[in-house]
């Protein structure tokens, strides 16, 4: 998905999806960096993650502490609340 107004995937292309992880996952070895898949950002450099081990929930990882902040329970309710602008503050 390609914002085009701001000019940036807000959900990466299925592609670079792997290159994107595994390039976060050897800068930041930890083992919570670890646990999540990045699919997207939101332009500032906070990847949005799933878990790796097919868990729920949508969270955005903070590049500057590395903390993960929930953003919805679901990728659809991810989705939605991308759409109509009622994300939680990330």
Same mark, same amino acid.
């Given at each position: 998905?390609?914002?085009? &107004?701001? #000019?940036?995937?807000?959900?990466? /292309?299925?592609a670079e999806?792997?290159t994107?992880?595994?390039? !976060?996952? %050897? #800068?930041?070895?930890s $083992? *919570?960096?670890?646990?999540? !898949?990045?699919?997207?950002?939101?332009? &500032?450099g906070?990847?949005?993650?799933? /878990?790796?081990?097919?868990g729920?929930?949508? %969270? !955005?990882?903070? /590049?500057?502490d590395?903390? *993960?902040t /929930?953003? !919805?329970?679901t990728? *659809?309710?991810?989705? %939605?609340?991308?759409? &109509?602008?009622?994300?939680? $503050?990330?």
């Amino acid at each position: 998905m390609f914002d085009r &107004t701001r #000019q940036w995937f807000v959900i990466w /292309p299925l592609a670079e999806v792997i290159t994107h992880n595994r390039e !976060a996952w %050897s #800068q930041d070895g930890s $083992p *919570a960096r670890r646990e999540l !898949a990045g699919f997207g950002d939101d332009g &500032t450099g906070a990847p949005f993650c799933v /878990p790796r081990d097919g868990g729920s929930g949508v %969270s !955005a990882r903070s /590049p500057i502490d590395g903390e *993960a902040t /929930p953003l !919805a329970h679901t990728v *659809a309710d991810f989705w %939605s609340g991308w759409e &109509t602008g009622t994300l939680p $503050p990330h």
